[in-house]
């Protein structure tokens, strides 16, 4: 029996295990710390960028410069732009995986938990 290793998301047969796909899909993303939950390298309200890895109904991956430990509860904002193929996302999600990556940045997994209806006016 192997074991899955990260981003492995297959059965023994190769067939995708996943109920929704992922996306391959590149963007920006900016994320914070939910209000009231604080954190040591983050004011609350302040925004960080990050750069998308792909996507699914039910989450994202994302890659930034800070980590972010399991369980922890972020506000984030895919920012496509002129990208018709990759949705804009204003999301509550919550970090179900971190790694640091060879180039010292971290891999973020997210699972989003509440989808909120997008303003495209709403950039700040």
Known sequence: MSIPYQGQEHSAGGAERR???RIVASCPVRYAHRPGLAHEH???GHWENADLCDYSATGVRMVCDNTLLQDTKINLELLPGTMRRVPRIVAEAVVVRCGL???HRYEIACKLT???PSKQNSRG
């Open 19 to 21: 109920m929704f796909p």
């Open 42 to 44: 983050f004011a609350e």
């Open 114 to 116: 509440r989808v909120r």
């Open 101 to 103: 990556r060879d180039d």
